[in-house]
T-cell receptor
Framework: DQQVKQNSPSLSVQEGRISILNCDYT??????FLWYKKYPAEGPTFLIS?????DKNEDGRFTVFLNKSAKHLSLHIVPSQPGDSAVYFC??????????????FGTGTRLTIIP | ETGVTQSPTHLIKTRGQQVTLRCSSQ?????VSWYQQALGQGPQFIFQ???????GRGNFPPRFSGLQFPNYSSELNVNALELDDSALYLC??????????????FGPGTRLTVL
């Protein structure tokens, strides 16, 4: 049961344009969402997050949008740069009654920025 | 300040064998989580340790077990290896239990191949 889905395995975008990566989730308990970036031979690196009480969070070139009613979030990168080429993972979590939480990841989208 | 390190980098085992993977947390971090990333998939949560106690577990059988030591380093042990255990195993540390995912840092992973 894939609770976090990234339906686009790959995406190619021209340098300088906007990259939009999408993510859908099914579990209504999720209340915190994160995006990670992963280069080959490295672990995922935290990029940006959003709490379910917000619908938008910005950090420089990166903006995450959350649509709770549609259970959908997206990551916008603008302008896209060659160094943004990587695999991007969407992840979601909720805090359990025991005070712990675990990340549930999507399958990832490979973003390629074309110079 | 050193980051999260994992050893070994690569490992080849045969079916039925046992394996131990190691992780050193980032300095000052007392929480360690382990993830399994199969080829083409996102990381899947195995379990988390907080101050040497297991603090949450994903859908993995008991032959996956772990330890956290007083210096907060950690081990993942897998008994009776199966072919499907072939994956990248990621360790992540964070400065506390509870909600601290945006402060969680991943190691580069150990690539396990089971023949």
């Amino acid at each position: 049961d894939q609770q976090v889905k990234q339906n686009s395995p790959s995406l190619s975008v021209q340098e300088g344009r906007i990259s939009i990566l999408n993510c859908d989730y099914t579990n209504s308990m999720f209340d915190y969402f994160l995006w990670y970036k992963k280069y080959p031979a490295e672990g995922p690196t935290f990029l940006i997050s959003i709490s379910s009480i917000k619908d938008k969070n910005e950090d420089g070139r990166f903006t995450v949008f959350l649509n709770k009613s549609a259970k959908h979030l997206s990551l916008h990168i603008v302008p896209s740069q060659p160094g943004d080429s990587a695999v991007y993972f969407c992840a979601a979590s909720f805090l359990s009654n025991f005070g712990n939480e675990k990340l549930t990841f999507g399958t990832g989208t490979r973003l390629t920025i074309i110079p | 300040e050193t980051g999260v390190t994992q050893s070994p980098t690569h490992l080849i085992k045969t079916r039925g064998q046992q394996v131990t993977l190691r992780c050193s947390s980032q300095s000052g971090h007392n929480t360690v989580s382990w993830y399994q990333q199969a080829l083409g998939q996102g990381p899947q949560f195995i379990f988390q340790y907080y101050r040497e106690e297991e603090n949450g577990r994903g859908n993995f059988p008991p032959r996956f077990s772990g330890l956290q030591f007083p210096n907060y380093s950690s081990e993942l042990n897998v008994n009776a290896l199966e072919l499907d255990d072939s994956a990248l195993y990621l360790c992540a540390s964070s400065p506390r239990g509870g909600r601290a995912l945006n402060e969680q840092f991943f190691g580069p992973g150990t690539r396990l191949t089971v023949l």
